[in-house]
């Protein structure tokens, strides 16, 4: 079942500039987490955010998290080229089960 | 060592062959997992493992069929597939999977995948 979904499904800017993704879900959960794919390879876990936490910084990465609205973003600062990834996120439903959203990719411009 | 390494990396299979992935970690986790994911799509889980014993089948067909071995590597036998199951197949590894109550999936560390066809 589809949990996470990912807004936009795609996204290009330019390097330098600031990238915004948002994910939303539907049932309740005990964390909500971030990775990056790049092109067909393994996923790199970014960040990880638990229900009772609203925002968590990791370098150029903000996520923030609302249960009310049952939505987080993903904010990547100063992009860069090599930041060009699929980025997922995922959600813990309390061990129901872990699903990925559909992703947004991101295309960074130089 | 912080990575998860997977063979082979391509696997090309007719359908009445039988194959199998393998996947191995040396960072002390303790819970594994197998993941399929289809072309420009998300991945989708296919089973836990949690302490070497199976914890969580996401009703995958008897096709396929995962085993753990030891705390450090996990199969996934592969027998009388279908084109449709072409994918790229991915495994991870966590610290732990809980069995009860909050945290039950915690930050997963993934291996490069096998990418699978089958004729």
């Known amino acids: 079942s589809q949990q996470g979904e990912e807004d936009p499904q795609a996204l290009s800017i330019q390097e330098g500039e600031n990238a915004t993704m948002n994910c939303s879900y539907k049932?309740?959960?005990?964390?909500l987490q971030w990775y990056r794919q790049n092109s067909g390879r393994g996923l790199v876990h970014l960040i990880l955010i638990r229900s009772n936490e609203r925002e968590k910084h990791s370098g150029r990465l903000r996520v923030t998290l609302d249960t009310s609205k049952k939505s987080s973003s993903l904010l990547i600062t100063a992009s860069r080229a090599a930041d060009t990834a699929s980025y997922f996120c995922a959600t813990d439903n309390y061990g129901q089960n872990f699903v990925f959203g559909p992703g947004t990719r991101l295309s960074v411009l130089p | 060592d912080t990575e998860v390494t997977q063979t082979p990396k391509h696997l090309v299979m007719g359908m009445t062959n039988k194959k199998s992935l393998k996947c191995e970690q040396h960072?002390?986790?303790?819970?594994m997992y197998w993941y399929k994911q289809k072309a420009k799509k998300p991945p989708e889980l296919m089973f836990v493992?949690?302490?070497?014993?199976?914890?969580i089948n996401e009703s995958v067909p008897s096709r396929f069929s995962p085993e753990c071995p030891n705390s450090s590597l996990l199969n996934l036998h592969l027998h009388a597939l279908q084109p449709e199951d072409s994918a790229l197949y991915l495994c991870?590894?966590?610290?732990?999977?809980?069995?009860?109550?909050?945290?039950?999936?915690?930050?997963?560390?993934f291996g490069p995948g096998t990418r699978l066809t089958v004729l």
């Open positions: 049932t309740s959960i005990n964390n």
């Open positions: 960072m002390g986790h303790r819970a």
């Open positions: 991870a590894s966590s610290q732990d999977v809980a069995t009860s109550g909050a945290s039950k999936y915690n930050e997963q560390f």
């Open positions: 493992y949690s302490y070497e014993k199976l914890s």
